[in-house]
C-alpha cells in the first residue's frame, strides 16, 4: 500500500484508498456462554455479529434459516464498568487514570432505560442519575485570574441543567464538570455541595453500545420495554415470526445458539483533487462527509458493488489517510 496520505496543497491530485465490507453472518446452533461463543468465532470467523442497521438484521434473520426459532447471541455486551470522568487528562489523573469510585448502598444498580447514566454527589457518596433529569452542578475550575486561586469547586444551584448542560456551561466558563480522585477531594468537593443537595458531578457512561469486534454504534434494535435493569449485560437477537431481529437482554452465563460474522473486502483507489489549501483532509468530520458524496457511491457501482456495501478508511499507522500523488517526470 501507498504511504501515508497528508493534507494537500492547492489543486494538488490526492489519491484515496477505501475499504469496503459487507458483514455476511453464520448460524452456529451449538449452545455456548456469550464468551465461548465469542471465542469460537474469533478463530473460526472474524468475531461474533456486528449488526448495525436494518438491512444487517434482515440479513442475520436469513442467515438462521427457516429451521430455527429462538434467541442467539450477538456481539453487543453492556460494559457496567466503562464509568469515566469527564475531564480525562493524564496530567490531572496521572498516567494510569485510576477511577476512584465511592458509591452509595446498593449503587450503581444499573437502571438501563437511557443510554447514557451519569452520576451526582450527595453526602459524599456517589449515586446515579438520568442523564436528561435537570439537576444542581459542580464546576471545576482551574484558571488563573484575579478572582481565584485554583483549583477550586463551584457549586451552581442557580438553575438546573442536564447533565450534558452542566458539562457544557462548567467547560465555557470554569475548566469541567467536578472530577473526583480520591477521598481528600471527596471531602473537598463535599463542603463545596450544601448538605442534603445533590450535585452532578463529571462522571458517566454510556449503555449497550460495546461490541465485541470493538466497534461502537449509534444503532439500537431493542425490543419494546428492553433492555431492563437486572436482567443479563449480553444481547441476544431473536429468530422467528414474533419479534424477529429484535434485541433482548440475557445473563451472559446462559448457552444459547449464536451467530458469527465476517466480512467481504474489496480494496478501492479514487482520486479527489483538493481545491482549498487550508483544509485538513484528515479531519474525522471531513474524512466522514467526502464518504457521502454521490460521486463515491456511482464509482462503487462501477465497480459491480450495488447494494449492501459500507464504506471505511484504511488508516496508516500515523493515523493519516491522504497522500499526495507525485508527477511523474521524464527521463532525459
Known sequence: MSPACRPGV??????????????LYKFIDEPKT??????????????????????????????????YSGKVWIGL???????????????YYGTNNQLFLKWGTGKPSKPRDEWKLCAIVYQGLLYEWLFSRPLSF?????????????????????????????????????????????EEEMTLVQEAVPQYWGAYVGLSRRTWYSWSDGTEHEFKNFLTGHPLGQTGDCATSVI?????????????????????HYEKKQQLR????VLKSAMDLNDPAVTEAILKLVSLEKKLKEKGITAGFKLRWVKKPDNTIFEEEKEEKDEL
Open 10 to 23: 492547492n489543486g494538488a491530485l490526492l489519491c484515496i484508498v477505501l475499504l469496503s465490507g459487507l458483514h
Open 34 to 67: 456469550w464468551s465461548e461463543a465469542q471465542q469460537y468465532c474469533r478463530e473460526k470467523f472474524t468475531d461474533l455479529a456486528t449488526v448495525d442497521n436494518m438491512e444487517d438484521v434482515d440479513q442475520l434473520i436469513a442467515a438462521a434459516g427457516s429451521g
Open 77 to 91: 455486551y453492556d460494559n457496567s464498568s466503562s464509568w469515566a470522568w469527564s475531564m480525562t487528562d493524564d496530567g
Open 138 to 182: 459542580l464546576c471545576y475550575d482551574n484558571s488563573n485570574s484575579e478572582f481565584s486561586s485554583p483549583p477550586r469547586y463551584v457549586f451552581n444551584s442557580w438553575w438546573n441543567l442536564t447533565w450534558e448542560e452542566a458539562q457544557s456551561y462548567c467547560r465555557k466558563f470554569h475548566t469541567d464538570l467536578a472530577s473526583i480522585r480520591n
Open 240 to 260: 422467528g415470526a414474533t419479534d424477529a431481529g429484535k434485541w433482548v437482554e440475557d445473563h451472559c452465563d446462559q448457552k444459547r445458539p449464536f451467530m458469527c
Open 270 to 273: 479514487i482520486k479527489l483533487r
